[in-house]
């Protein structure tokens, strides 16, 4: 398993169901990772071993895992599929998979077991409507999304959680400064199993506000979806 705690930040960028061929190859030859960080693309699963070299700690990641391991489930992809193909970060969670897939914290916990069996660290994504931002619930919803989907043998070292506003995600608004390192210094308390886990933020981030979200003291790097097809401003970003 990759170690994690090598790493200063880490960023992911989610592709969703976005890209091809020609797509993918000009963004490798483009990409200029940052050495001291770790970079995950995570591409549609069918382009996941078009990334060739990860010696500048890049690495591909898929979006999205079966939550069986085998059998009848036509179209699915298992943890150990992945494993063999030398995956390492999977994605799991996000909310246009709770939404559109009715995916909830009971299937992400297992999905999450899955993952870890098979040496692959899997990115628990979580965060609040703007109803319950509204209602003062972000911090009830987040550690319940957080206690049921971690499995028990989650740790620092095979588990990141990246907390994704629903409200901020492909919409251009962001919660404050001051909001996001409140909500990360919440996760990180919720019980002292969270206290060292990477956790990072998601939701609108472009170059423009990605330096001052990761220099947060608690940001421990960033979830980018949008910003991330264009090469040039996900390489500022990573910078
Ligand atoms: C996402 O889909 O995880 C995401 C954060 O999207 P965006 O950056 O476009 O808000």
Same mark, same amino acid.
């Given at each position: 398993?990759?170690?994690?705690?090598?790493?200063?930040?880490?960023?992911?960028?989610?592709?969703?169901?976005?890209?091809?061929?020609?797509?993918?190859?000009?963004?490798?030859?483009?990409?200029?990772?940052?050495?001291?960080?770790?970079?995950?693309?995570?591409?549609?699963?069918?382009?996941?071993?078009?990334?060739?070299?990860?010696? %500048? %700690?890049?690495?591909?990641?898929?979006?999205? @895992?079966?939550?069986?391991? &085998?059998?009848?489930?036509?179209? #699915? /992809?298992?943890?150990?599929?992945?494993?063999?193909?030398?995956?390492?970060?999977?994605?799991?969670?996000?909310? =246009?998979?709770?939404?559109?897939?009715? $995916?909830?914290?009971?299937?992400?916990?297992?999905?999450?077991?899955?993952?870890? =069996?098979? %040496?692959?660290?899997?990115?628990?994504?979580?965060? =609040?409507?703007?109803? *319950?931002?509204?209602?003062?619930?972000?911090? #009830?919803?987040?550690?319940?999304?957080?206690? &049921?989907?971690? +499995?028990?043998?989650?740790?620092? #070292?095979?588990?990141?959680?990246?907390?994704?506003?629903?409200?901020?995600?492909?919409?251009? /608004?962001? +919660?404050?400064?001051? #909001?996001? &390192? *409140?909500?990360?210094?919440?996760?990180?308390?919720?019980?002292?199993?969270?206290?060292?886990?990477?956790?990072?933020?998601?939701?609108? @981030?472009?170059?423009?506000?990605?330096? $001052?979200?990761?220099?947060?003291?608690?940001?421990?790097?960033?979830? @980018?979806?949008?910003?991330?097809?264009?090469?040039? &401003?996900?390489?500022?970003?990573?910078?």
């Amino acid at each position: 398993m990759i170690k994690l705690s090598d790493f200063s930040s880490i960023f992911i960028a989610n592709w969703k169901l976005n890209g091809n061929i020609e797509f993918i190859n000009e963004y490798y030859q483009k990409l200029l990772p940052n050495p001291n960080n770790c970079t995950i693309v995570c591409s549609p699963s069918i382009f996941l071993n078009r990334l060739k070299n990860n010696s %500048n %700690n890049i690495f591909s990641g898929a979006q999205d @895992v079966s939550f069986y391991n &085998e059998g009848a489930f036509t179209g #699915e /992809l298992s943890a150990k599929m992945l494993s063999n193909e030398n995956i390492s970060f999977c994605l799991v969670g996000h909310s =246009e998979r709770r939404q559109h897939f009715k $995916e909830n914290n009971e299937t992400i916990n297992k999905k999450s077991i899955n993952l870890i =069996e098979n %040496n692959i660290i899997p990115i628990i994504c979580v965060g =609040e409507t703007l109803q *319950e931002k509204e209602k003062q619930m972000t911090k #009830e919803i987040l550690k319940k999304q957080i206690n &049921e989907c971690s +499995p028990i043998n989650s740790n620092f #070292e095979n588990t990141i959680i990246a907390y994704e506003p629903i409200w901020a995600i492909g919409s251009g /608004l962001t +919660p404050t400064l001051e #909001e996001i &390192e *409140e909500v990360h210094t919440f996760i990180k308390k919720i019980d002292t199993k969270y206290n060292k886990f990477k956790v990072l933020y998601g939701g609108s @981030v472009k170059a423009s506000n990605s330096g $001052e979200i990761n220099s947060l003291k608690n940001v421990d790097g960033c979830l @980018v979806g949008g910003a991330s097809l264009k090469v040039d &401003e996900f390489n500022k970003i990573i910078s």
